[in-house]
């Protein structure tokens, strides 16, 4: 279970992080979709993630970086 765990974590960190590099190079705007969904996916990863390691902190940082991408979804319909 730890190893799920550990890898929901990186497919996370991998999604924030390629999400914020390709919208600092330009390939994908902070208005789109993709970004938006990358940031809810990658911020839920890492909830599960920081819960399992009982880091409350970085959990409620991640929850609120998730409510955030999905009001900016719901706020452009």
């Known amino acids: ?4 765990i550990e890898i929901i974590g990186w497919v996370g960190s991998v999604l924030i992080v ?3 590099g390709l ?3 330009g ?6 979709i993709e970004y938006q ?3 809810i996916f990658g911020g839920l990863c890492f909830v599960i ?7 409350y902190p970085s959990a409620f940082v991640n929850v609120v970086w ?3 991408a ?5 706020r452009k319909k």
Not at 1 to 4: A, D, E, H, V
Not at 27 to 32: L, P, Q, R
Not at 49 to 55: L, V
């Open 23 to 25: 919208n600092s190079l």
């Open 49 to 55: 993630n920081t819960i399992h390691h009982s880091a």
């Open 70 to 74: 999905l009001f900016a979804i719901f």
């Open 27 to 32: 390939k994908i705007a902070s208005t789109s």
């Open 37 to 39: 969904l990358a940031n």
């Open 66 to 68: 998730v409510f955030i």
């Open 1 to 4: 279970m730890n190893l799920i």
């Open 18 to 20: 390629g999400a914020f």
